[in-house]
């Protein structure tokens, strides 16, 4: 199902109105993780104003120790439908539990399956029911393959609006968070007709590492760019370091915006 064979043309996957995929770059941004509704809505005005089309921010977090902030849960979904009744950009957020898919659902525009969710298989399942498009972020240690499969178990279920999110994966090198595979962009979009965003954010793990990471990322022909922005990122719950703010934003804006005519 998500196979190029037998699809002509490239999908392109609408989220409550914005396009993914085909002519168009997608800047999607917003903080790694909702924290109150101030720092939500300073975000998501940040993000705006720097061109991005859609609003991330997880109120579910699955973090790798079980002390650090999980996300607000339900407190954070209102707090986002919010900022969109506010802002007007349609939210993409992370569900780690099947059980969760309804509720989430019901205020996400786009769902999100982490990286370390990519194969739970009910989740994938559920999603794949829920009536949202879906933003399939890679395994950290899956092959592309076993994410293109991964992708299918949502599209059995009837959901054909699914989004690859390349974020980085497992390697020898501790000079980055994770490496950031460049070649799953074009590598994905020859097998699977589905758009391919990346994540310079999560992959690069630092602010410093974004601009040039999202730069490459247009450069091989990625359908979007995801992002972490923050308002006042030292004060930031959850990955603050890769978190832009102002200044940078603008550049990575004029970046989505210039680059594609370049290349
Ligand atoms: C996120 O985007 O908030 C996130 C946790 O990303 P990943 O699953 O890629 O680590």
Not at 101 to 112: K, N
């Amino acid at each position: 199902l998500v196979s190029r064979e037998n699809h002509v043309s490239r999908s392109v996957v609408r989220v409550g109105g914005v396009p993914i995929g085909g002519e168009h770059m997608t800047l999607i941004a917003g903080p790694c993780a909702v924290e109150t509704p101030e720092q939500t809505l300073a975000a998501a005005r940040m993000a705006r104003s720097a061109g991005a089309a859609l609003l991330r921010g997880g109120a579910y977090k699955p973090r790798t120790s079980p002390y650090a902030f999980q996300g607000l849960g339900e407190a954070g979904l209102r707090i986002l439908a919010d900022v969109r009744a506010e802002t007007g950009l349609p939210i993409v957020t992370e569900v780690v539990d099947a059980g969760d898919v309804e509720l989430v659902a019901g205020y996400a525009d786009m769902l999100q399956i982490g990286t370390r969710n990519m194969q739970n298989f009910a989740l994938l399942q559920a999603a794949g029911e829920a009536g949202k498009p879906v933003m399939l972020k890679r395994g950290m240690s899956a092959t592309i393959e076993e994410w293109l499969m991964a992708a299918e178990y949502i599209a059995q279920r009837g959901n054909l609006d699914i989004v690859l999110c390349e974020r980085g994966i497992r390697t020898f090198e501790k000079a980055t968070r994770n490496t950031l595979d460049l070649s799953a962009v074009p590598v994905a979009q020859q097998l699977s007709h589905l758009p391919v965003i990346v994540d310079p954010s999560h992959s690069g793990g630092k602010r410093d590492l974004v601009l040039p990471l999202s730069r490459a990322a247009i450069a091989v022909g990625a359908d979007g760019i995801i992002v972490d922005v923050h308002p006042t990122p030292e004060t930031a719950l959850c990955d603050g370091p890769q978190a832009l703010v102002g200044e940078d934003l603008a550049e990575l804006a004029d970046a989505v915006r210039t680059l594609p005519a370049l290349v």
